[in-house]
């Protein structure tokens, strides 16, 4: 119970139950114009193409639903043409099948060109020789179905996935973080490479989710195009403040930087496990003070409103402190340098992504689903 409870409360179970219902109601509605207004012979066409039209954004079900339009008309008139001229049997239904599948493959209705094929299949299946003197009505129907799906989705809370797309971003983010923090705690005393092991098998994991959070990011941005909820929510800040607004952190630009800082992660794991193999003990100063740099990274990373002093300028003192004691072995350098180079890449990305989600979180006050 308690896992259907977190369920429950995630933002995408709200988002795809309330895409649901909005598929039901059109499809619903659709149907009883069909049956009631229409007195329709076929009132499952009316629907079946609504259904198709409610997709996860105002932008999608517009650009699909004028290709649903298209493919269905073209499907109505392809079964008219063949039962017309060539009658219905077998043969027919399959040559009709044959062209509807061959022109889903055109490029200006490829994402819903199989509806060419499908519709033929409904109105031969369904008695072509009552059908014959129809075919106007069959494309009003088609028509009905798809006007009904698009404006369902866009008066009933047209899908904003920006909610979404922030928590996958920011979820990298204290990955990222976690894994900074294990390494200061574990360099703080000692590790083995089952530690640097499991470090490089989390990191590839977020080079995994990163994709995710990229495809999360353009389903965002395309939700906002012809959304009405989201020109209304820009509206309203600018009323309450009496002032345009500024200018938006771009979540394509932090993945950018966070795809940048598992690099450079991966580099610091490897460069860690090779150093379980060097001969020779760490100088104490540098373990604890790059350590404590590395915990306030992971920190500062993770949590944006968290309290660390800066990093950058601590890992050039470090550098310029290690560089002037002649008691430190020359051999050690290349990997206290990797170490000191690794950390200078990841502080600055963490100070730009810090920084960015601190001006996207003031630019949205609300959530959005």
């Known amino acids: 119970m308690r896992r259907l409870g977190e369920l429950v409360r995630r933002p995408e179970f709200s988002t795809e139950l309330l895409q649901i219902l909005k598929g039901v109601i059109a499809a619903t509605a659709a149907w009883w114009l069909s049956l ?21 954004t105002v932008h999608r079900s517009l650009s699909r639903g004028a290709q649903t339009t298209a493919a269905s008309a073209i499907g109505v008139g392809l079964s008219f043409m063949i039962g017309a001229f060539l009658g219905v049997s077998v043969w027919t239904f399959a040559l009709a099948l044959f062209v509807g599948l061959a022109g889903s493959r055109l490029s200006w209705i490829r994402d819903e060109g199989v509806a ?5 299949i409904f109105v031969l299946g369904s008695g072509f020789s009552q059908q014959q003197p129809l075919l106007l009505d069959r494309i009003i129907e088609v028509g009905v ?9 866009l008066l009933i809370i047209p899908p904003l996935r920006d909610q979404q797309a922030s928590r996958n971003v920011d979820r ?8 900074l ?3 200061a705690d574990e360099f703080a005393s000692s590790w083995e490479t089952d530690k640097a092991d499991a470090w490089h098998e989390e990191i590839e994991s977020m080079s995994e989710e990163l994709n995710t959070a990229w495809q999360s990011v353009r389903f965002a941005r395309e939700s906002r195009k012809a959304n009405p909820r989201y020109r209304l929510t820009r509206a309203r800040g600018r009323s309450r403040d009496g002032s345009a607004p500024g ?34 003990a760490w100088d104490e100063r540098f373990r604890e003070r790059w350590a404590a740099i590395v915990r306030d990274a992971g920190h500062a990373i993770a949590d944006p409103h968290v309290d660390v ?4 300028g601590r890992i050039t003192a470090l550098a310029r402190e290690m560089a002037t004691d002649r008691s430190l072995p020359e051999e050690s350098w290349p990997l206290y340098g990797s170490l000191l180079s690794s950390m200078r890449h990841i502080a600055v990305i963490v100070d730009d992504v810090a920084s960015a989600r601190e001006a996207r979180e003031a630019t949205t ?4 689903t």
């Open 36 to 56: 009631e207004v229409l007195d329709s012979m076929l009132p499952f066409l009316a629907p079946w193409t609504a259904l198709l039209t409610v997709h996860a």
């Open 116 to 120: 060419i094929a499908t519709t033929a």
């Open 145 to 153: 179905g798809v006007g009904v799906g698009v404006l369902v989705n």
């Open 172 to 179: 990298l983010n204290r990955r990222m973080g976690d894994v």
């Open 181 to 183: 923090i294990n390494m």
């Open 247 to 280: 200018r938006e952190a771009s979540y394509e630009e932090i993945l950018q930087r966070v795809d940048e800082g598992i690099s450079h992660l991966r580099h610091l794991a490897r460069s860690l496990h090779d150093a379980a193999y060097a001969e020779g």
């Open 309 to 312: 002093e800066p990093v950058e």
């Open 365 to 368: 006050e609300n959530p959005r």
